[in-house]
């Protein structure tokens, strides 16, 4: 008969991994889970596939130390500390793989996590470390009013505070790291006698529900 401590060490071998490569994963992607339901789904799946690819090694371990261990009636200390110090490091570093692979676009990463892993446009724009202007029609107070636009750069930090937007699961808010000065009629960017942009070396905090909409712009 199984006991309570029995089953709760199946449970735990059944889903700890997958929970592992999960939280490897969306340490670097963020938070994609629609619920807890999917989640343990997720953490139960990804536990099958790391038991079945680990199966033949789990073959070796038990063949190399089965003996011994039925010998001294106790395995050796330094055994078991490998054995779980791998049984934790193997799915949460693929985890972190597969999440790294995906945030920069990776295509070997699709054979985990399918064509596309992002829960919306926000996270698949926001969700890689590319550079972008962004321009930025915000919420008009009435009809006449034309000075509404807002031009700025999404990039990683210089000497200050780096561009970041909110992930799934969160507030949509975006930080842009600096703004450029824009035409207020047409939204344009004002260029200088160099003909880049006119910096402002201001940085600006703000949320979804406050923009119309936003031209990604690839430099």
Known sequence: ????????????????????YTWGF???????????ADRVLRFIGSSAL???????????????????WR?????????????????VLLPLSAGTAVGVATGRGRRWARL???????????????GRPESAWLRIRLKEADAEDKDRWLLGAYAPAGDGIGSYAGGYGHGDD?????????????GN??????????????????????ISYIEVIRP
Do not use: C, K, N
């Open 189 to 210: 960017f004002v260029l200088g006698a160099d003909g880049r942009p006119v910096l402002r070396g201001v940085g600006v905090l703000i949320r979804w529900d406050e």
């Open 71 to 87: 010998a001294q009636g106790q395995p050796s200390w330094w055994v078991v500390w490998l054995a779980a110090l791998g049984y």
């Open 50 to 68: 790391f038991h079945a690819l680990v199966a033949p090694a789990d073959l070796w371990f038990y063949r190399e130390f089965g003996t011994v």
């Open 174 to 186: 975006l930080y842009l790291a600096d703004t450029a000065e824009a035409d207020p009629a047409t």
């Open 1 to 20: 008969m199984v006991t309570s401590v029995q089953a709760l060490a199946i449970l735990i071998a059944a889903v700890l991994p997958g929970a592992l």
């Open 112 to 126: 985990v996590t399918g064509p596309a892993p992002q829960p919306r446009a926000w996270d698949h724009v926001f």
């Open 26 to 36: 969306e340490r670097e992607v963020g938070s994609w889970g629609s619920g807890m």
